[in-house]
């Protein structure tokens, strides 16, 4: 039974959809509340997970581009990018 519901649900057309948009609100909780372990912008390494699991999920979109970039700004990383560029997609 269990193994039915977990198909139905992986195999569902909008799990890629509420996947990309809970992993990035997760990544921005994350990077607020531990914004000393993520301040050096350009060396951390959740963006670049994040940015490969969005693209991975939902495909390759230019909203993306201007993401990763102001995430890897230190003090710019803090705005939601990831969260309003999957909200765009």
Same mark, same amino acid.
């Given at each position: 039974?269990?193994? $039915?519901?977990? %198909? *139905? #649900? /992986?195999?569902?057309? =909008?799990?890629? *959809? =509420?996947?990309?948009?809970? $992993?990035?609100?997760? +990544?921005?909780?994350?990077?607020?509340?531990?914004?000393?372990?993520?301040? @050096?912008?350009? /060396?951390?390494?959740? %963006? *670049?997970? !994040? &940015?490969?699991? /969005? #693209? =991975?999920?939902?495909?390759?979109?230019?909203?993306?581009?201007? +993401?990763?970039?102001? @995430?890897?700004?230190?003090?710019? %990383?803090? !705005?939601?990018?990831?969260? *309003? &560029?999957? &909200?765009?997609?």
């Amino acid at each position: 039974m269990v193994a $039915m519901f977990d %198909d *139905l #649900v /992986l195999n569902s057309p =909008r799990f890629p *959809l =509420r996947a990309a948009m809970l $992993m990035p609100m997760v +990544s921005d909780v994350v990077q607020i509340i531990g914004f000393p372990l993520f301040a @050096e912008g350009v /060396l951390s390494p959740l %963006d *670049l997970v !994040v &940015a490969v699991v /969005l #693209v =991975r999920l939902v495909g390759w979109h230019w909203e993306f581009l201007p +993401s990763l970039i102001a @995430e890897l700004v230190p003090g710019v %990383d803090l !705005v939601p990018f990831w969260t *309003l &560029a999957v &909200a765009c997609v």
